[in-house]
């Protein structure tokens, strides 16, 4: 190896280690924090001085923080099978069937992501009252898909354009219908898009602010973003940082673990339609 390639070798490692550095210390600080309590809070320290449990004794011990999770769980699950139905068979109508506009229909699907939600936070809430769904899990739902969407449906579309189209009209020629065709055929074959596209809509549902705000108010309904935002001290004045430290990594965990087991899917399906051959 010459020298300019070990300096630029070198340099690289240097650039990937300063990424996960800068990536990781947020989350790493914050285990820290969630073992430490009184004044401790306010030492800064990159090594653990202790191991006091108490912080998350006092997050598992509120039932309604529980609740939350409970509440996050069921919001994010049902949010991302509704979206993954829905652009399933969107999916194929644009990837498949021909028929005038399709392309402006799906740059349409794609420019609707780009909207700020709190640039259709009204219309959404007058939307949500007339459907007699405010404070209820289905109002997230409803939010939730609303904005996932745009993203799963691009997603699958452009790897379902990629999948042979003999398969298909071998399927046809048996007699399949299309559902039967997206159910039994192409279904098998989306998997590394769908576990892309159901994670990281399950991830969006499940740290969503402001609509869980907005469109609940019970703290039996509410989930974790809004449940932790909502942790109080022993006062007014009083902001209780290590417990928030402490709920921020129970409830952060389970997505790491789930980015680590779907992480080669997750690539297969990000890298989906890059590369033609």
Do not use: C, H
Request: glycine share 6%; net charge neutral; aromatic share 14%.
């Amino acid at each position: 190896m010459t020298a300019s390639s070990i300096f630029w070798n070198v340099m690289f490692y240097i650039g990937v280690a300063l990424v996960v550095l800068i990536a990781v210390f947020p989350f790493y600080y914050a285990v820290l924090s969630s073992f430490e309590t009184g004044t401790d809070l306010f030492r800064v320290n990159y090594l653990p001085q202790s191991w006091d449990f108490s912080n998350y004794e006092t997050v598992l011990g509120r039932a309604s923080f529980l609740r939350s999770v409970l509440n996050s769980v069921f919001v994010a699950t049902v949010t991302v099978l509704a979206a993954l139905l829905l652009a399933v068979t969107a999916s194929y109508a644009l990837a498949r069937v021909r028929f005038r506009g399709r392309g402006l229909l799906l740059l349409t699907i794609l420019a609707v992501s780009m909207f700020p939600q709190i640039a259709v936070l009204s219309g959404l809430y007058e939307l949500i009252n007339w459907l007699g769904l405010y404070n209820t899990p289905w109002a997230l739902i409803i939010s939730y898909t609303i904005f996932t969407l745009p993203f799963t449906v691009w997603v699958l579309t452009t790897f379902m354009r990629d999948l042979p189209v003999e398969i298909e009209e071998a399927a046809i020629v048996d007699g399949a219908s299309p559902w039967v065709i997206i159910t039994k055929v192409f279904l098998p074959l989306l998997w590394p898009a769908m576990v892309t596209t159901g994670l990281l809509a399950f991830i969006g549902a499940w740290n969503e602010f402001l609509f869980a705000l907005t469109f609940t108010i019970d703290e039996t309904q509410r989930t974790v973003p809004v449940a932790i935002a909502n942790f109080s001290g022993a006062s007014v004045q009083e902001i209780p940082w290590g417990p928030i430290m402490a709920a921020s990594v129970v409830v952060t965990v389970p997505l790491i673990i789930l980015v680590l087991v779907f992480q080669r899917k997750i690539v297969a399906g990000l890298t989906a339609g890059g590369v033609k051959g």
